[in-house]
Structure formats: structure tokens, C-alpha cells
């Protein structure tokens, strides 16, 4: 790809993020799902254009590729929204305050992101059997989802914050929407620069995505091997994460079956790549399958009741 459309595409980025922030959500405020909603429907239709945009520059295959490669970062998203969920409620963050924590948390990630991609890129022109690994993980990685049951959400037992506790003084008195803040930590002590409860949120909120980012970053590969495709399609679905945690947030526990879903997506990706070139998927049959799956398995939730505590299932 030419560089001028990394530095024009990294720039429209910026911009948006500035907009958003700079302009329309200047002041801290709890976001209702009526707005979650109309913001969640201007970052897709951005994503749809710029898909368009890259069907007329780079053909209907990119294209195809593009909202592939789209529609799986977004749907694997949606585990990680789950857990920034639980860790917003086990600090007790309030939500006018969320919003502000899940801006720098994906400004952050669009860094980590772009140096991962950029790395699988790399390792796969050089290595080409690299994408097999892949493949087997994202099977293993899906199957576990499916039956490996819930995981518990330990945040004092995560290595960050104790990396955090351990280099970096720590306040535990909440400061509004500063994540630095000048203050004494002993009676009589000096005045010292230390981090809030607000920063080490948003250092889990970091973290947290680069272990996402693990499974869906290779899967994204997995339907297209064109790095700025891959780039592209893995930012706009981050942007539109803010907004689709708070309409989350309000309907938590409706889609009880979507994560079967996003099961089926893993196994079906790394089974796509572990085929390669002996039995190749088109990109249409791969865009029809994954969303055909997250469809079905929304339209289920909502048909049958999720199972109580303690139902044996008889």
C-alpha cells in the first residue's frame, strides 16, 4: 500500500478522535443508550464507507475482505466489552466516568494494535507456516470458549496492578476524572505525584485488550492477509467500541448464546486457515458463515431462555 494512505488514514483517525472527544464529548456525563445507539450507527456507517471506498480503489475482493476482517474484530469485541463490564463495577467506576476511561484505553490500543499487526505481517511474509499455528490456536481457542465454562475476573490478582502497586505510588482516594494527581500519602510527607484508582482501570482496560488481541488479530488474518486491510478493518471496529459497551451494558445477559457463537467464528477461522491452499474458502463464503452464525446465535438468545443457577437441564 502506498504510505500516503497509512499517514492520510491515521490522520482521519486522530481527527474523528478529536471530534468526539474535543467536541461532542468535551464534559464527563453518563451515556443514555439513545445516544450509545446513534453513536453506534455513525462508526458503522463510517466503516461501510470506507468499505466502499475501498472496493472502488482496491477491487470487490478487498472490499469483501475488509468487511470480513471487520465483522470479526467487532464480533470478538464483544467478550472483551463483557470484561471491561466487570471491571468498571468491581472499582466501582461511575458511568460519567467510563466513557473518559474507554477513550485513552482505545487511543492506547490503536498503538498496540497497529505494532502487533504490524509483527504478524512480518512473521507471516517470512514464515509462511506461521498461519497454521494460528489456525490450530484460534481452533483450540474457540473450543475452549465454547466448554472451557466461565473464568472469574481477579483484578487485585492481576500482574499489572501489582506491577503497578510495586514501581508506581498509588492513591486509593478517587480524584474525579484525574488520573494523576499531587498529594501527600503520609501525614506530613511531601507532596508527590501519584496515580488514582482511575489509571489503574485504565491500565487493566489496556491490558485486557492486548490479551483479546491475541485471538482476534490473528483471526482477522485468517480472512486476509493484506496488512492495511487488516489495520483498517481492526481500528474502525475499536472505535466503535465505546459505544457499543454502553448499549451492552443495558442489555447484558439477552444474548446468552452469542458466545457459542463467537465459538463457531474462532473454530471456523482457524479451520479456514489451517486448510490454506489445500482446500481454500472464498472470502464471500467466509463473510456469509460468520455472519449467518453471530445472527443466528443473537436470534436464539432471544428465543430460548438462558438457564438458571442450579437448572439441571432435565
Not at 445516544?35 to 471506498?53: D, P
Not at 498503538?111 to 507456516?129: D, E, K, N, Y
Not at 500482574?159 to 508506581?168: E, G, S, W, Y
Not at 489509571?199 to 496488512?227: C, H, K, M, W, Y
Amino acid at each position: 500500500m502506498p504510505t500516503s494512505w497509512w499517514i492520510g488514514f491515521n490522520a482521519l483517525v486522530l481527527f474523528l478522535l478529536a471530534l468526539d472527544l474535543g467536541v461532542f464529548n468535551r464534559k464527563a456525563h453518563a451515556v443514555s443508550v439513545r445516544e450509545a445507539l446513534g453513536w453506534s450507527a455513525v462508526w458503522v456507517s463510517l466503516a461501510i464507507g470506507f468499505g466502499l471506498w475501498i472496493g472502488r480503489t482496491m477491487g470487490r475482493q478487498a472490499m469483501l475482505e475488509f468487511y470480513a476482517g471487520y465483522l470479526v474484530e467487532q464480533a470478538l469485541s464483544v467478550d472483551n466489552l463483557f470484561v471491561f463490564i466487570l471491571i468498571f463495577g468491581y472499582f466501582r467506576v461511575p458511568q460519567a466516568l467510563q466513557h473518559r476511561v474507554l477513550f485513552w484505553g482505545i487511543l492506547g490500543a490503536l498503538l498496540m494494535r497497529g505494532a502487533m499487526i504490524g509483527a504478524g505481517a512480518v512473521l507471516l511474509a517470512r514464515f509462511h507456516w506461521i498461519i497454521y499455528l494460528f489456525g490450530a490456536f484460534l481452533t483450540y481457542t474457540g473450543f475452549k470458549m465454547a466448554f472451557g465454562g466461565d473464568s472469574k475476573i481477579e483484578p487485585e490478582q492481576n500482574p499489572v496492578i501489582r506491577l503497578l502497586r510495586r514501581f508506581l505510588p498509588l492513591t486509593t482516594k478517587a480524584h474525579g476524572d484525574k488520573f494523576f494527581v499531587r498529594e501527600t500519602l503520609e501525614p506530613g510527607g511531601p507532596l508527590r505525584r501519584v496515580a488514582t484508582p482511575l489509571f489503574v482501570v485504565l491500565a487493566l482496560v489496556e491490558t485486557t485488550d492486548v490479551v483479546f488481541a491475541v485471538d482476534s488479530i490473528p483471526a482477522v488474518f485468517g480472512v486476509t492477509r493484506n496488512p492495511f486491510l487488516v489495520y483498517t478493518s481492526n481500528v474502525f471496529a475499536i472505535l466503535g467500541l465505546r459505544s457499543l459497551y454502553f448499549v451492552l451494558t443495558n442489555i447484558i445477559g439477552t444474548f446468552h448464546l452469542l458466545k457459542y457463537g463467537l465459538a463457531v467464528v474462532l473454530a471456523f477461522v482457524g479451520a479456514k486457515m489451517l486448510l490454506g491452499e489445500i482446500r481454500p474458502i472464498g472470502i464471500g463464503v467466509s463473510l456469509g458463515v460468520v455472519g449467518g452464525v453471530l445472527v443466528g446465535s443473537v436470534l436464539l438468545s432471544l428465543v430460548i431462555p438462558p438457564r438458571k443457577n442450579g437448572d439441571s437441564g432435565d
